[in-house]
C-alpha cells in the first residue's frame, strides 16, 4: 500500500501521520501575552531537537479562520515559553487546558494547575508538572501552513524526586509521562517498558 500525501490523500495527511507517529510526548506550553495574560495550551507536535547548545520545538497551528493560536502570538510578542511535560497525575488537567477559551483566558485556573515563577523566562512553569523547560526562542519557521518553534532551553525545573542528584540523572524509574496516540481522544500511558541494550 502506498499512499500519495501530494495528491490523493493531500488532505488525510494530518490524519495519518498522527496516527502513524505515536506515541508523542506531549508539551503543555506556557506563554504570557504582551500585556501579562497567561496561556497555557498542549502540543503533541514536540520533542527534543538536540543538547548542544539544548533545544526542543513545537508547531502550534492556526485556529480555523487561519488567526495564529494564543501560544504563537504570545511566543511572537515575548520570546519565550516553558514547556510543562506531562504525566499520568497532570493527564486530565492538560486536557482541561486544550479547551478554546477567548483571548488572555487563564486555562491554568481552569484546570485547576498552580503556576510558579520561573528563574530566567517570564511566563511561569506548572508546579504540578514532573517536569517544566524554560525557552527562549531561537527563531520560528513557517513551511507552507506549518509553524515550527525552536526554542533553547535555559532551565530544567523537576520533582525533587525524578533526580539522583550524586549520578545527575533523571529517575526514569519514577517518571511516568504518557504519550498521544491516535487522532482524536487517544493517549498512552508508559509503564509498560523494555529494556534492549546496543550491540558494541
Request: with cysteine; glycine share 4%.
Amino acid at each position: 500500500m502506498e499512499l500519495d500525501l501530494e495528491k490523493d490523500f493531500a488532505d488525510r495527511a494530518y490524519q495519518l501521520l498522527v496516527s502513524l507517529v505515536t506515541p508523542r510526548p506531549i508539551a503543555l506550553v506556557t506563554t504570557i501575552s504582551a500585556d501579562g495574560k497567561v496561556n497555557a495550551a498542549p502540543f503533541s507536535f514536540f520533542n527534543v531537537m538536540g543538547a548542544n547548545p539544548p533545544i526542543c520545538a513545537f508547531a502550534p497551528s492556526d485556529r480555523e479562520n487561519g488567526v495564529p493560536k494564543d501560544t504563537a502570538l504570545n511566543v511572537r510578542a515575548t520570546h519565550e515559553f516553558v514547556v510543562n511535560l506531562v504525566d499520568e497525575k497532570i493527564a486530565e488537567a492538560m486536557n482541561q487546558c486544550a479547551a478554546s477559551l477567548p483571548f488572555g483566558e487563564n486555562e491554568l485556573m481552569r484546570a485547576g494547575l498552580t503556576a510558579a515563577p520561573c528563574s530566567v523566562v517570564k511566563p511561569p512553569r506548572i508546579v504540578e508538572a514532573p517536569a517544566s523547560l524554560e525557552c527562549v526562542e531561537w527563531g520560528t519557521l513557517q513551511i507552507g501552513g506549518n509553524r515550527m518553534v525552536i526554542g533553547l532551553i535555559k532551565r530544567i525545573h523537576l520533582r525533587d524526586e525524578l533526580f539522583d542528584a550524586e549520578k545527575k540523572r533523571i529517575v526514569t524509574e519514577k517518571f511516568f509521562p504518557i504519550g498521544r496516540m491516535a487522532s482524536p481522544h487517544w493517549y498512552c500511558k508508559t509503564s509498560d517498558r523494555f529494556e534492549m541494550k546496543r550491540p558494541d
